[in-house]
């Protein structure tokens, strides 16, 4: 099969031949509809912190079609489409049976959209309705970070909400919180470029951050936010988003920052700031983006900005480093 492979840092990923991947027992293998490309996926192969192995095929954000199940498997069957978590548990341990595979201490990864076949878990398959799209399917993913979060922040009735950041997974915690309890949401970020998406998935409003920023917020959601989720992932973000919260007001990290993010911890003592990191998803989560789609909620496919060939992949990576004007691109393995 073709697959782009991350060779390593400072290096361009390069598309080459790779062995058919097989099942093994209680697996199956998909053909890759669509993949999307994760800030993750950019991060963590910059040599500026920790990276994925060298020469590993990445891509976690996919969907596609059954065209090989293993030994044992019973739900599913060639001709599926289905999405998947890119992680696995051992299915017995405190980790697996609170929902928590990826904090499994025998977690296996199941990453590898970014080829043509790839191998996924039976048990954190999720099957995708007719109505949806291999695209819908792709975006179940970073849907299921975002609900992870906004589930964990507990939302009550009418909570004011600030998302700082406005990319996938800051769109994402938007449209949830507004589906989840909270009154008004603001969305917030550097630019004005993700307004319209903003809006589109739920925003009541979108101000600029930079000087004047808590002015703004304060006059958008009439009152300091009772809740921020910080989803951009960028050294100084939880800082400034403590800046921003009001007193007992609750923080949630979605952005996944893999760089040291200095905060002054009497700050948040003198508000009495409740930090809380949320990590990955769960089966039901990603359950629950797939029915919420299915039910006509399809606001997500504004995150959408392109589709491409495999081909191109390397190209748009480096091209994602630097300034841009996407959102969420979606990889093809087979166009």
Not at 49 to 66: A, K, R
Not at 256 to 264: G, L, N, S, T, W
Request: with cysteine; aromatic share 6%; hydrophobic share 45%.
């Amino acid at each position: 099969m073709r697959a782009a492979v991350f060779k390593e840092a400072g290096k361009p990923w390069v598309v080459e031949e790779r062995p058919d991947p097989t099942p093994g027992d209680g697996e199956a293998v998909i053909k890759v509809g669509r993949c999307g490309i994760c800030g993750t996926d950019l991060n963590m192969t910059s040599g500026k912190g920790y990276d994925f192995p060298c020469d590993t095929i990445l891509g976690h954000e996919f969907s596609g079609e059954v065209v090989a199940i293993g030994k044992g498997v019973t739900s599913l069957k060639v001709g599926d489409r289905v999405t998947a978590l890119p992680a696995a548990g051992c299915g017995a341990c405190d980790m697996c049976r609170a929902g928590q595979v990826v904090m499994c201490p025998n977690m296996s990864p199941y990453a590898g959209g970014y080829a043509e076949y790839m191998r996924i878990a039976e048990r954190t398959a999720v099957q995708l309705p007719a109505a949806l799209s291999l695209n819908d399917g792709a975006l179940v993913e970073p849907l299921a970070v975002g609900l992870h979060g906004v589930r964990l922040a507990n939302l009550p009735l009418g909570a004011k909400v600030l998302v700082l950041g406005a990319g996938a997974v800051g769109l994402a915690a938007t449209f949830w919180a507004k589906r989840l309890g909270a009154g008004r949401v603001v969305a917030a970020s550097r630019s004005e470029r993700r307004r319209d998406m903003a809006l589109a998935l739920g925003a009541d409003d979108y101000v600029l951050t930079g000087e004047g920023e808590a002015e703004r917020v304060t006059q958008a959601l009439d009152g300091m936010p009772d809740y921020v989720f910080e989803a951009a992932g960028a050294v100084g973000l939880l800082q400034q988003s403590i800046n921003l919260v009001k007193p007992n007001g609750h923080v949630i990290s979605l952005g996944f920052c893999m760089a040291p993010d200095p905060v002054i911890p009497g700050i948040s003592t003198f508000k009495q700031v409740k930090l809380t990191f949320s990590m990955a998803w769960t089966v039901p989560e990603f359950q629950y983006a797939v029915d919420m789609l299915d039910s006509g909620h399809v606001e997500p496919r504004h995150m959408i900005t392109s589709n491409i060939g495999l081909d191109a992949l390397p190209d748009m990576i480096e091209t994602l480093r630097g300034p841009h004007n996407e959102t969420k691109v979606h990889v093809d393995p087979w166009a």
